[in-house]
């Protein structure tokens, strides 16, 4: 078993955190700056009974562990494990990471071994956990032998384990940024002008899935790409800009963004479906 301490009680944390206990991780502690967020991940991993101790003072961190996992905010990684660093210097334990953007080398400058395990997955304390074993876990390491042992770790919670450097990984990171963030931001813009027009939202799901299915089953999003902007359809463009000029005019901006930039990036086809 590894005997690892927890800094960080937030998303990522909380879903993660219970998986690797499968991994042979055994949570000795979890650090939070907020004791009442320390001491809830911690009944999550089985609080006293399992031996779980809490604390949100960062002098109070356990110096014995073998891991240290940072599952904290990205802009908070570089000072808390380099503070973390300090205290339990000389010896061999490995910090770790769950960064897509912030590169090894921000551990690497102060622990001599150190990783990353990146599950590339949206997570929200509110929500379910995604399923992990078709979920990437992207990892890097120091040195080969704290590869291996995370390598190790990472398949017992996914079949799909991919060794990848950190400009990748952030490269990977902007995708998911694409696809998931950015696309949702689309899909509050529709339910924002269906609630102004009195449509019912559920009108746009078989078009979000089938949308979504053409790129899932393997088909390039270049050539799927349809649209009044993609064909020049400038008629249908200026109609809708009008619409959204009067009804959701914080979006006008955003709508005339995206219909230029594809009308250049994409060549302009006679054919297509009305969308």
């Given at each position: 078993?590894?005997?690892?301490?927890?800094?960080?009680?937030?998303?990522v944390a909380w879903h993660l955190a219970?998986?690797?206990r499968e991994a042979d991780i055994r949570w000795v502690q979890v650090y939070s700056p907020t004791l009442e967020h320390?001491?809830?991940?911690?009944?999550?991993?089985?609080?006293?009974?399992?031996?779980?101790?809490?604390?949100?003072?960062e002098d109070e961190v356990f110096p014995d562990a073998d891991?240290?996992?940072?599952?904290?905010?990205?802009?908070?990684?570089?000072?808390?494990?380099a503070r973390i660093a300090k205290q339990i210097a000389g010896r061999e334990a490995v910090a770790v990471h769950v960064s897509?953007?912030?590169?090894l080398d921000v551990?690497?400058?102060?622990?001599?071994?150190?990783?990353v395990l990146y599950a590339f997955a949206s997570f929200r304390i509110t929500a379910p956990c995604p399923d992990l074993r078709v979920t990437p876990f992207c990892i890097e390491a120091s040195d080969p032998a704290t590869l291996q042992g995370l390598q190790q770790i990472a398949q017992k919670l996914?079949?799909?384990?991919?060794?990848?450097?950190?400009?990748?990984?952030l490269?990977?990171?902007?995708?998911?940024?694409?696809?998931?963030?950015?696309?949702?931001?689309?899909?509050?813009a529709a339910e924002d002008l269906f609630s102004e027009a009195g449509l019912d939202f559920s009108l746009l799901y078989p078009l979000i899935a089938q949308t979504a299915d053409k790129v899932v089953q393997g088909q390039p999003p270049r050539r799927v790409q349809t649209g009044p902007a993609h064909r020049g359809d400038l008629a249908t463009l200026h109609r809708h800009e009008t619409y959204l000029s009067a009804h959701t005019p914080r979006y006008l901006d955003l709508y005339r963004i995206l219909s230029e930039f594809l009308q250049e990036a994409f060549e302009k086809s006679p054919q297509g479906s009305s969308f």
């Amino acid at each position: 078993m590894i005997k690892a301490v927890l800094i960080g009680s937030g998303n990522v944390a909380w879903h993660l955190a219970p998986a690797l206990r499968e991994a042979d991780i055994r949570w000795v502690q979890v650090y939070s700056p907020t004791l009442e967020h320390a001491s809830r991940m911690a009944e999550r991993l089985g609080g006293t009974e399992a031996g779980v101790a809490t604390t949100s003072r960062e002098d109070e961190v356990f110096p014995d562990a073998d891991l240290y996992f940072f599952a904290v905010k990205d802009d908070a990684i570089e000072g808390i494990s380099a503070r973390i660093a300090k205290q339990i210097a000389g010896r061999e334990a490995v910090a770790v990471h769950v960064s897509g953007a912030i590169p090894l080398d921000v551990l690497r400058q102060n622990w001599a071994r150190c990783g990353v395990l990146y599950a590339f997955a949206s997570f929200r304390i509110t929500a379910p956990c995604p399923d992990l074993r078709v979920t990437p876990f992207c990892i890097e390491a120091s040195d080969p032998a704290t590869l291996q042992g995370l390598q190790q770790i990472a398949q017992k919670l996914s079949d799909k384990v991919v060794e990848m450097d950190s400009p990748r990984r952030l490269a990977l990171h902007i995708g998911g940024v694409w696809v998931n963030n950015y696309v949702n931001l689309m899909y509050t813009a529709a339910e924002d002008l269906f609630s102004e027009a009195g449509l019912d939202f559920s009108l746009l799901y078989p078009l979000i899935a089938q949308t979504a299915d053409k790129v899932v089953q393997g088909q390039p999003p270049r050539r799927v790409q349809t649209g009044p902007a993609h064909r020049g359809d400038l008629a249908t463009l200026h109609r809708h800009e009008t619409y959204l000029s009067a009804h959701t005019p914080r979006y006008l901006d955003l709508y005339r963004i995206l219909s230029e930039f594809l009308q250049e990036a994409f060549e302009k086809s006679p054919q297509g479906s009305s969308f």
